[in-house]
């Protein structure tokens, strides 16, 4: 469990990179939800499709 978390995180920052751009907590916040809806979709678009 703690290694699925582990991996998860390191997938996030070896995509985004390792440290936020923004300075206030309210900022920083929007930026990893934009960075973790797009790696969601990223890895959506690359499941195959069943029917």
Same mark, same amino acid.
């Given at each position: +469990? !703690? =290694?699925?978390? +582990?991996? *998860? &995180? #390191? !997938? %996030?920052?070896?995509l985004? *990179?390792?440290?936020?751009?923004? !300075?206030? %907590?309210? =900022?920083?916040h929007? +930026? &990893?939800? $934009?960075?973790a809806? &797009? $790696?969601?979709?990223? =890895? !959506?678009? *690359?499941?195959? +499709? #069943?029917?």
């Amino acid at each position: +469990e !703690r =290694s699925l978390a +582990e991996t *998860g &995180v #390191y !997938r %996030f920052k070896q995509l985004t *990179g390792d440290k936020l751009t923004n !300075r206030t %907590f309210n =900022s920083q916040h929007t +930026e &990893v939800m $934009i960075k973790a809806k &797009v $790696i969601n979709t990223m =890895s !959506r678009l *690359g499941m195959p +499709e #069943y029917q």
